[in-house]
Nanobody
Framework: QVQLVESGGGLVQAGGSLGLSCVAS????????MGWFRQAPGKEREFVAS????????SYADSVKGRFTISRDNAKNTMYLQMNNLKPEDTANYYC??????????????????WGQGTQVTVSS
């Protein structure tokens, strides 16, 4: 059981940037894929980005590709999401997640074993 804590959310104008961080407890952080998901009011939680257990592979939702960058620092048990050129439709609660498959390359919603509590990102126009 891993505890995940997100930070970095806030209010930003369209076109601006925000950087999110996720700090994990436990000793198994480096052996699992990690990812970011988001959920807006009235909508299902959706995939944003994932990164493999060793950081070698990344994947992005089409809606954020080219604007968001996912990274991780296993020595610090931390994952990051750099969000640039933000749009109002990016407004959502952003969740950090860890996968359940050992040394996997990608993370989908169905593979999530642990969720963070979320951090709110609001983009105004």
């Amino acid at each position: 059981q891993v505890q995940l804590v997100e930070s970095g959310g806030g209010l930003v104008q369209a076109g601006g940037s925000l950087g999110l961080s996720c700090v994990a407890s436990g000793r198994s952080f480096s052996s699992y894929a990690m990812g970011w998901f988001r959920q807006a009011p009235g909508k299902e939680r959706e995939f944003v980005a994932s990164i493999s257990w060793n950081g070698g592979d990344t994947s992005y939702a089409d809606s954020v590709k080219g604007r968001f960058t996912i990274s991780r620092d296993n020595a610090k048990n931390t994952m990051y999401l750099q969000m640039n050129n933000l749009k109002p439709e990016d407004t959502a609660n952003y969740y950090c997640a860890r996968g359940q498959r050992w040394r996997s390359a990608y993370l989908s919603k169905g593979d999530v074993s642990s969720w963070g509590q979320g951090t709110q990102v609001t983009v105004s126009s």
